[in-house]
């Protein structure tokens, strides 16, 4: 293995650590709320072109509820939360007890869902701002329900005015006994994860 | 028939009849789709953002720079300039509460994609544009036809 594979290697592991702090805090709160066991799966990491995200996620038609917000002040990242079709809709029955159509979700469960969401991405952050001690201000996320391919064009475009290629840190979450599942992603800008390996130690 | 090839974020496809494109998850993005009826050779860039800086790489993410490279490469596909006809689909504002500059991107691709336009030349005929729905795009060239489709099953022809 050449220098540049092994250090390539060892940020990639540090930027899944990373995410993987911020992803355990934040489903442990996720789990509370919804009352059902989570678990992570191991975080993965890449680097794609703006065009093969959405595929590299699962298909650009494919139904999801999303939650986004972009971080300001020195890490600057976008951060997404999104749940498949019918994780949201099972999440969305436990929390209002009510019918749940994802097409026309009543302003309770609209809300509901961005809730969700803020949570979410506040747990990770909290966790993650910790761990290298920087503070963090998230703009307030909103959410939407929609293909994959539009939830993604406002966080791609939040970073396509600098390049062409992003990085893309992901974390599964399951329900161990129920089926529910959704996923973290994280799209940093490159100064902020200079940033986060310069504080992890790299 | 072959699948319709498509035509991702930043991208630009010509092609002509009886081949489709398509252009999957459209939100704030646009895609801007000029055609030849008489040709039938048309072709899609899919735009993330308005104005492109000075200098730029990839001039297909932009709407000013990637209109104008489609122009050009439609024309160098054997396109008659008078007959040249544009359609635009997406632009949405997929999150309307959030408080980022950004979180409006779409009207300013779809201002940026109509003034590129009339300043080449090209007559917009048919739109499908704004709201808060993530659309996508299927582009027959034998015909010229667009159909549209949101999230939740409406489909529009134009």
Known sequence: ?202 | MAEPRNVGIAQLVLCKAPEQLTCLGLGSCVAVIIYDPIKKIGGIVHILLPKAPPNCQNEEKYADTGIRKLYVKALEKGVIREALVAKLVGGAQMFTSLNIAIANIGRDNIRESRDTLRALGVRIVAEELEGNRGRSALFDASTGKITVRTAFGVTRTM
């Open chain 1, 1 to 202: 293995m050449s220098m540049a594979e092994e250090r390539a290697g060892k940020v990639l592991e540090i930027i899944k650590e990373f995410a993987n702090i911020g992803a355990g805090s934040a489903a442990t709160a996720l789990s509370s709320l919804l009352d059902l066991e989570l678990m992570n799966d191991t975080t993965t990491c890449t680097i794609l072109p703006m065009a093969r995200v959405a595929d590299w996620l699962g298909g650009a038609e494919k139904i999801v509820a999303g939650s986004y917000t972009y971080l300001c002040g020195d890490l600057k990242s976008g951060i997404l939360v999104v749940l498949p079709e019918e994780s949201a809709v099972s999440l969305l029955k436990h929390l209002t007890k009510d019918r749940v159509t994802i097409s026309a979700l009543t302003p309770i469960q609209k809300s509901a869902l961005k809730e969700v969401g803020n949570i979410c991405l506040c747990w990770y952050l909290i966790a993650v701002s910790k761990m290298i001690d920087i503070d963090m201000i998230p703009a307030p996320p909103d959410a939407t329900v929609d293909i994959l391919g539009a939830v993604l064009d406002v966080p791609l475009a939040s970073l396509a005015q600098k390049v062409d290629t992003v990085i893309a840190v992901h974390t599964c979450f399951k329900g161990i006994e129920k089926d529910f599942e959704g996923y973290f992603l994280m799209l940093p800008e490159e100064s902020a994860l200079k940033l986060i390996l310069e504080r992890m130690g790299a």
